[in-house]
């Protein structure tokens, strides 16, 4: 926890490097004189709206792990620190999705809601993504995503029904303070989705496969100039290789190799044939043909290498040191064919930045 002086000397680094980024260095003293009154008050300052934008901008520039920082200056920030329950929490997430979406123009969007104030009631959003397919464990294996198994779980103990299918959309869990998290459906006309077929196997839509077409994640917590925001959910468009490879292709997750590869009549019975390899490529391909067919946003990995490129190139001219964790930022597949593989990166941690957050979902 910050005491009054580290927690002022927080906001007068971020506050400083905002005000220069923004052209407004004639403005930061005053505001200073401001803060250090609020803090030295109420343990606590109140960001501005232009404060708070370009310091979510910041964070998603020194996200390290992140290939897409090229499009950093472009997020749209919708200011929600006025929303403190949870049904004004729900309505506010159906219509960040709603904006994102875009038809499939995905709009890279942040909302934004109470930062979290000694004394005040939190407001805490369980789900990891706000889009994502429940997992249930049934005696022959789990039916949809494992890593959906905890949550499907408690929104089933919260009296939650489905169809259970591979792809059941999750209910929103909200918990605004100590209160019991509440579960708020999500309506069917928001949530867009994607049927994965292949170009060149008319087979492949015989698999029954789809994915959402917007990851917006729910669960870090935004840290800007020592404010704590415990609820920024954030989403950008994906890169195909989180479908293809890791969604899909995971053994603990949809474990769909074995499936793609007889399909395409490889011989699994050893590794040397390099069949896991191929059917990746496959199951990435559709992917990449589905979203666009549907006009999806996605980016595939050497495009959004390239950009990653740009990013790097644009931060050196800007003067700042490009932080980046490589083990991340390579795709998980034909991770030798972007410049990634030959570069290294220092993984300093900047703030404004997004942090995991410490307590465990219920
Ligand atoms: C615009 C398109 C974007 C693309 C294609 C993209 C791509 C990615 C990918 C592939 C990862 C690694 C995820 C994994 O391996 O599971 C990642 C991580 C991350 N991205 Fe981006 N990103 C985008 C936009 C954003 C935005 C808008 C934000 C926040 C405002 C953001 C913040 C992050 C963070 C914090 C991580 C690390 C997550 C963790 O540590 O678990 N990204 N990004
Ligand atoms: N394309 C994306 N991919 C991700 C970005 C951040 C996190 C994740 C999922 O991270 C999980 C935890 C570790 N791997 C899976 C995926 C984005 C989501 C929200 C904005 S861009």
Same mark, same amino acid.
């Given at each position: 926890?910050?005491?009054?002086?580290?927690?002022?000397?927080?906001?007068?680094?971020?506050?400083?490097?905002?005000? &220069?980024?923004?052209?407004?260095?004639?403005?930061?003293?005053?505001?200073?004189?401001? *803060?250090?009154?609020?803090?030295?008050?109420?343990?606590?300052?109140?960001?501005?709206?232009?404060?708070?934008?370009?310091? /979510? &901008?910041?964070?998603?520039?020194?996200?390290?792990?992140?290939?897409?920082?090229?499009?950093?200056?472009?997020?749209?920030?919708?200011?929600?620190?006025?929303?403190?329950?949870?049904?004004?929490?729900? $309505?506010?997430?159906?219509?960040?999705?709603?904006?994102?979406?875009?038809?499939?123009?995905?709009?890279?969007? !942040?909302?934004?809601?109470?930062?979290?104030?000694?004394?005040?009631?939190?407001? @805490?959003?369980?789900?990891?993504?706000?889009?994502?397919?429940?997992?249930?464990?049934?005696?022959?294996?789990? #039916?949809?995503?494992?890593?959906?198994?905890?949550?499907?779980?408690?929104?089933?103990?919260?009296?939650?029904?489905?169809?259970?299918?591979?792809?059941?959309?999750?209910?929103? *869990?909200?918990?605004?303070?100590? &209160?019991?998290?509440?579960?708020?459906? #999500?309506?069917?006309?928001?949530? +867009?989705?994607?049927?994965?077929?292949?170009?060149?196997?008319?087979?492949?839509?015989?698999?029954?496969?789809?994915?959402?077409?917007?990851? !917006?994640?729910?669960?870090?917590?935004?840290?800007?100039?020592?404010?704590?925001?415990?609820?920024?959910?954030?989403?950008?468009?994906? +890169?195909?290789?989180? !479908?293809?490879?890791?969604?899909?292709?995971?053994?603990?997750?949809?474990? +769909?190799?074995?499936?793609?590869?007889?399909?395409?009549?490889?011989?699994?019975?050893?590794?040397?044939?390099?069949? &896991?390899?191929?059917?990746?490529?496959?199951?990435?391909?559709?992917?990449?043909?589905?979203?666009?067919?549907?006009?999806? @946003? #996605?980016?595939?990995?050497?495009?959004?290498?390239?950009?990653?490129?740009?990013?790097?190139?644009?931060?050196?001219? /800007?003067?700042?040191?490009?932080?980046?964790?490589?083990?991340?930022?390579?795709?998980?597949?034909?991770?030798?064919?972007?410049?990634?593989?030959?570069?290294?990166?220092? $993984?300093?941690?900047?703030?404004? $930045?997004?942090?995991?957050?410490?307590?465990?979902?219920?």
């Amino acid at each position: 926890t910050y005491g009054p002086r580290d927690r002022y000397e927080a906001a007068e680094n971020f506050l400083r490097q905002c005000y &220069k980024e923004l052209g407004r260095e004639g403005d930061v003293e005053s505001r200073l004189k401001e *803060v250090w009154t609020s803090i030295g008050r109420q343990n606590h300052y109140v960001h501005t709206t232009a404060e708070l934008e370009h310091g /979510a &901008k910041m964070a998603w520039r020194n996200s390290n792990r992140c290939i897409g920082r090229y499009f950093w200056d472009s997020l749209h920030v919708l200011d929600r620190r006025g929303i403190d329950t949870a049904q004004g929490v729900y $309505n506010a997430l159906i219509e960040h999705i709603d904006f994102a979406t875009n038809d499939g123009n995905i709009r890279p969007t !942040i909302s934004v809601f109470p930062p979290a104030v000694r004394g005040n009631q939190q407001v @805490r959003i369980w789900n990891h993504q706000l889009l994502r397919y429940a997992g249930y464990e049934t005696e022959n294996g789990v #039916i949809g995503d494992p890593n959906s198994v905890a949550l499907t779980d408690y929104c089933r103990s919260r009296g939650w029904s489905s169809q259970r299918t591979d792809f059941d959309i999750l209910p929103l *869990v909200i918990q605004v303070g100590d &209160k019991t998290p509440e579960l708020f459906e #999500i309506p069917d006309d928001v949530v +867009m989705e994607v049927p994965l077929s292949h170009p060149n196997y008319q087979w492949f839509s015989d698999l029954g496969l789809q994915w959402y077409a917007v990851p !917006i994640i729910s669960d870090m917590r935004l840290e800007i100039g020592g404010l704590q925001y415990p609820a920024a959910p954030f989403n950008g468009w994906y +890169m195909g290789t989180e !479908i293809g490879s890791r969604n899909f292709g995971d053994v603990d997750r949809y474990d +769909m190799l074995p499936t793609v590869a007889d399909q395409l009549g490889l011989d699994t019975s050893t590794d040397r044939t390099l069949w &896991k390899d191929e059917a990746l490529a496959v199951l990435n391909q559709a992917v990449l043909h589905s979203f666009e067919k549907q006009g999806v @946003r #996605i980016v595939d990995h050497h495009n959004a290498a390239e950009q990653f490129k740009r990013f790097e190139q644009e931060e050196r001219e /800007a003067g700042r040191k490009v932080t980046g964790e490589r083990s991340w930022l390579l795709p998980p597949n034909a991770s030798s064919t972007v410049h990634i593989f030959e570069n290294t990166y220092e $993984n300093e941690i900047r703030t404004p $930045n997004f942090f995991y957050r410490e307590d465990p979902p219920p």
